[in-house]
């Protein structure tokens, strides 16, 4: 079974940028999209932003023009670069891959991010 694994959670001070990474531990084919979510506590699961293998993104309002999703469809990988930090993006962060040949979501354990002085 393929898993996805994301790195790069941690504190960070508002306004401060940081970068998340995720990887899967082996192949996924037929790729669709790959995106970045996020919980908060007492918070339901939001998509921060996707990037589909036609090469468009999308992204949530929240987060338009600070959050920059990038990776790689063919290696399965992606990043969610962070910018202008608000106390308000603290949560949980995952990972997922769309496969669209079996219309399957793989999701990562999630990575927390904390934006506190």
């Known amino acids: 079974q393929v898993q996805l694994v994301e790195s790069g959670g941690g504190l960070v001070q508002p306004g401060g940028s940081h970068r998340l990474s995720c990887a899967a531990s082996g192949i996924i084919s037929s790729v669709a999209s790959m995106a970045w979510y996020r919980q908060a506590p007492g918070k339901e699961r939001e998509e921060v932003a996707r990037f589909r293998n036609d090469g468009s993104t999308n992204y949530a309002d929240s987060v338009k023009g600070r959050f920059t999703i990038s990776g790689d469809i063919a290696k399965t990988t992606t990043f969610l670069h962070m910018d202008a930090l608000k106390p308000e993006d603290t949560a949980v962060y995952y990972c997922?891959?769309?496969?669209?040949?079996?219309?399957?979501?793989?999701w990562g354990q999630g990575t927390q991010v904390t934006v506190s002085s």
């Open positions: 997922q891959v769309h496969q669209w040949s079996t219309g399957q979501f793989f």
